[in-house]
């Protein structure tokens, strides 16, 4: 049996939502959309202001946003692909969220961001430590746009 992959993105923007959806169809993955109990508002993710929900999450290390939804059937995958935009330099704090909140043993976890301004950094080996258990990596990867060749290119590799 063929390995079974779910793509999993938080998208703030739309942006990274694009890129996974685009993911899910070349890999043939099922896509899942991790959507925060509470959405973020445009003054929610001013990264300038210390006070806004972003800056306040992200200077936070313990801090766990909600998650509106759940994957009913994780048990079911092999492969988890994990999207999200870079803030301040690694993954939002929904991420860590995600990754605390399901059983990855077994399971290959294979980041991707996309970003403005900064590439990859450590956003996916900082990730590791949310995730207990038996699980292998695949190296993480900045892709911005939906790319078909630099996608197919990518899976190519991790997959």
């Not at 694009?18 to 925060?36: C, H, K, N, T, Y």
Request: with cysteine; net charge negative.
């Amino acid at each position: 049996m063929a390995d079974k992959t779910l793509v999993a993105v938080f998208s703030a923007s739309g942006v990274t939502k694009r890129v996974g959806e685009e993911i899910a169809r070349i890999s043939g993955g099922d896509f899942f959309e991790i959507v925060p109990k509470e959405t973020y508002t445009s003054d929610d993710l001013t990264w300038t202001n210390k006070q806004s929900r972003s800056s306040v999450e992200m200077n936070d290390p313990s801090a766990r946003p909600k998650i509106a939804n759940t994957v009913s059937d994780m048990d079911s995958y092999d492969t988890v692909i994990i999207g999200f935009p870079i803030w301040w330099g690694i993954a939002p704090r929904i991420i860590e969220t995600f990754l605390e909140s399901y059983d990855f043993t077994g399971k290959t976890i294979v980041p991707f961001c996309t970003s403005g301004g900064s590439g990859v950094g450590k956003s996916d080996t900082k990730l590791h430590k949310n995730v207990s258990g038996d699980v292998k990596w695949g190296k993480g990867v900045q892709i911005n746009r939906p790319n078909e060749g630099e996608i197919k290119k990518w899976l190519a590799e991790v997959l």
